[in-house]
DNA sequence: CCGATGTCGGATAACGTTCTCTCAGGTATC
DNA sequence: GATACCTGAGAGAACGTTATCCGACATCGG
């Protein structure tokens, strides 16, 4: 009635390090040193031991290793697994991995600060060796309380707690090309389409963008032609900063929409109304999101690297589960990438 | 220098049952069977027990809980977690786990068998309490292996397993009703684009999918007038389908393409040559992936609503988790999503 | 030839849970 | 008022691993 004998298929018993031990005939404290390959080890033995495990098919049982501290697993919370962005991410992170001992997991954490932090505990209690928050929508003070317990890395919030790593696209510098691009272009009245939701906090990708935006033009000298929208970054954001634009007195000639998905929306609005972009007005996105790519769409973007961003990441939690001390803050280098919606502004709105 | 003491940040101690126990005056056992409900505790006791609990912030320890069997969370594996569709999957999951005790994570697998098994085999070490495997490439053999050590849920894929649960959608009937569709519009010439690497295997949707798509020709009388088209499932294989389209002496007024990635392949090759869909031809993909909806894209496609699948297979291994001896395997019925990209063939295609 | 040093292997006590089993005390039954 | 039964509470042994300590032997310097 028990698991000795009874469950319906013949269940074969998992192999412990004590079944290699006694395969190898050594105690299981040395196959444990074989496994970690720590100190105090012979070759012939390490051999032996080896060879047992491969026999037997070994692998060591996670909780077992977690219960006495390493899990060997990171955590990866993000707030939708659906997302072209984070994939990449994952992919990067994923490269530094494989060649460590590290295996990844993902918590999808939702789109609120609870969830998320409930998602962030639930990686903590499987004590996972790292974390790794991308784009976190949890207060500062919890990223405090969490980076205290394990080592953490955000990705995609510029932070500089001298606690947490964090790895981020330098969006100042990315919003700066756009408007650069958009000048070089002939245009002046150009909008920006921000997120309002969070743009309070100042850590957060979205207000530094518009800082970054508001920053360049004034560097050109036409802050009297920046134009802020305020709406959501969703392809439903995209559609209303679409509406709000055609109520404008003085509409901007082109739009710089903060992010891909909002480009997206209001691409798709634009669509319905029998317009597109370039010809109703210039249209930029930030992500370079695979989409962006695709013919019919050729929209002018901002690429972050995802790939690069991850791998970094990796890095740093690789290096801070080893035992660095201070926090490192990377910032890295956004490309523009041209493509088919931005273009010199149509005479009508010179 | 141990831990007692010496960490940078004065790191507190998590709290365990048995500071649960000591704080409300109880025994570790008893503290336990509060902790799952279990039979066997009073009122009082239990409600003395949940209010130490709160006020020690108690969290379960997952890795103790399981060494001793349940660690209360189940795995998904995806090849990629970039897949509008997976994530459509996921929340359906997640929507009928929040009401459990139990969590998901995610491992992101890859897109081979090997990679794919490892993945697997990494979330049946972390004791895991059940499997959901997306789309899986591994073999019958080895899926049978893993469900005897755990149950199991396959998603997408056509499994008669006796052992594994399975959900997907009824891609015979998507096929049909695609084909309905084009035949109804007044396509007589249809091709197809099929993803030759999987093809051979007889549960994969890709196989399911151009089976249904012969047999709703042949039921019309037109399977001389099926094309298929050997390529791959993804962007580049899309394009690839275009240039063989062109090279085709007699070729199709409608083209399948099996998948919307495949769909948005061509649509992207076509807007290269200056052409679209429908005026070279009608294009029909499946899945209605978010993109597929967005106005300049506005592919008609089939949806198989993952939302659906999701909870769905979360509710089977919930019940297979519970106990359920017999495997239950579900097939969802899909639906035609009528867009911009179909329509009556072009004069000189007739 | 003796003590000091170094190397390799093993015994063993945790780690935080679960769960069976035992026990104490109360209640019902005759 | 003795016996059987129930109920609530606790003792304690796992689960699979790690890491500290300890001992045995070999080597080396004087």
Redesign the pocket.
């Known amino acids: 009635m028990t698991d000795t004998d009874g469950g319906r298929p013949a269940r074969t ?2 192999a ?6 006694r395969h190898a ?9 074989v ?2 390959n ?5 070759d ?3 051999e032996r031991v080896q060879a047992s495990m491969e026999a037997l098919e ?4 996670r ?3 977690g ?4 899990t060997y697993t990171v955590g990866m919370m993000v707030s939708d697994i659906d997302n072209p962005y984070f994939s990449l991410i994952a992919d990067g992170l994923a490269s530094v991995l494989r060649p460590s001992d590290y295996e990844l997991l993902v918590s999808p954490g939702g789109y609120d600060a609870a969830s998320q932090n409930q998602a962030i505990e639930a990686l903590i209690d499987h004590q996972m060796d790292g974390l790794i928050l991308v784009a976190p929508l949890v207060s500062p003070a919890d990223l405090e309380r969490v980076s205290g317990e394990i080592p953490v890395v955000v990705v995609g919030s510029h932070t500089a707690s001298p606690s947490v790593d964090s790895v981020s696209g330098d969006d100042q510098l990315g919003s700066r090309l756009v408007v650069d691009h958009l000048v070089a272009l002939g245009h002046r009245r150009i909008g920006f389409v921000a997120n309002h939701q969070v743009a309070a906090e100042s850590h957060r990708p979205e207000s530094v963008r518009l800082a970054g935006f508001l920053e360049a033009m004034a560097q050109h000298d036409l802050s009297d032609e920046a134009v802020v929208i305020d709406t959501q970054w969703s392809l439903e954001g995209g559609r209303d900063a679409v509406r709000l634009i055609d109520a404008l007195d003085n509409p901007p000639s082109a739009v710089f929409a903060g992010a891909d998905i909002t480009a997206l929306g209001m691409m798709s609005e634009l669509w319905e109304g029998s317009r597109s972009a370039p010809d109703a007005y210039s249209l930029a996105g930030y992500d370079n999101s695979r989409i962006a790519s695709i013919g019919p769409i050729g929209l002018t973007t901002v690429d972050q690297s995802g790939h690069e961003v991850g791998a970094s990441a990796g890095r740093l939690l690789l290096e801070r589960i080893g035992g660095r001390g201070e926090a490192s803050h990377l910032l890295l280098r956004p490309e523009l990438v041209v493509r088919t919606t931005t273009a010199p502004p149509t005479p009508r709105a010179l």
């Open positions: 018993k998992r412990t390090i004590v079944d290699v031990a005939g050594v105690s299981t404290a040395s196959a444990s040193k496994l970690r720590a100190y105090g080890v012979s012939a033995m390490k070994y692998r060591p049982h909780p077992a290793r219960m006495r501290g390493r």
